[in-house]
């Protein structure tokens, strides 16, 4: 009597550990998307003349890269926005906190005149050196991700952060992303203890004559194990 009382809750148990993990791995895939379209381009507002008249131009020059005529004289260096390894990591949040409080530390000043809208601007404005379009991308490493692009992308150069893990290429007008050895890089993930992969795509595009940029941010998820 006993051994079938612990039998039947064995049984049960065994049940409920996999109906949890079906319902993990569609979960998984459910939450990330195998398609997305590009957002809008970044708008235009205020940001430069605010960034001219201000004179942050002075210090971060006309590109945006650190190099303003006032630049040879300050230390620390002024923040080059043109600069990926210098802005991937900077929210929005802590670029409109030091606008408005300034930077202590360094040649930054406060802009306690400036309106949120203002600064909200001027931040659109800033991101705008870097790329003129953002995205992120979350994704399944058993699947593709395709994302929509337009028609706008005829001429255009593709560069991938760590081309060892991903794979990019543009097909008619959509971007198809998918990971070089899915396998692989569960194992990585396995083995640092992680369930994300994090990448980047940029695309330069001409425009009119005009290089455009778009910066694309690829989370690579273990869907398997379920959310990061």
Do not use: W
């Not at 809008?40 to 605010?50: A, R, S």
């Amino acid at each position: 009597m006993i051994n079938e009382i612990d039998i039947a809750q064995k049984m049960k148990i065994k049940k409920i550990i996999l109906l949890l993990i079906l319902t993990n791995l569609v979960s998984g895939f459910d939450l990330y998307k195998s398609k997305s379209t590009l957002p809008e381009k970044l708008p235009q507002g205020n940001g430069k003349q605010i960034y001219q008249e201000y004179g942050c131009i002075n210090c971060h020059g006309l590109e945006g890269k650190g190099n303003g005529s006032l630049s040879e004289f300050l230390e620390p260096k002024p923040r080059n926005f043109a600069s990926l390894k210098e802005m991937k990591n900077l929210p929005d949040s802590l670029m409109m906190y030091s606008i408005k409080h300034g930077v202590q530390g360094t040649s930054m000043p406060e802009h306690p005149d400036l309106t949120e809208s203002q600064i909200q601007d001027l931040v659109i404005y800033l991101r705008k050196f870097l790329a003129d379009y953002y995205h992120t991308v979350n994704m399944c490493a058993t699947d593709k991700h395709t994302v929509s692009l337009g028609e706008i992308f005829k001429e255009y150069e593709i560069n991938i952060h760590d081309s060892k893990k991903i794979n990019a290429e543009i097909i008619k007008d959509s971007l198809v992303i998918s990971a070089m050895s899915p396998i692989h890089l569960i194992n990585e993930m396995n083995k640092n203890n992680t369930r994300t992969i994090r990448n980047r795509v940029r695309i330069a595009n001409e425009v009119s004559g005009k290089i455009e940029v778009t910066l694309i941010t690829v989370r690579v998820h273990d869907c398997i194990r379920g959310k990061a």
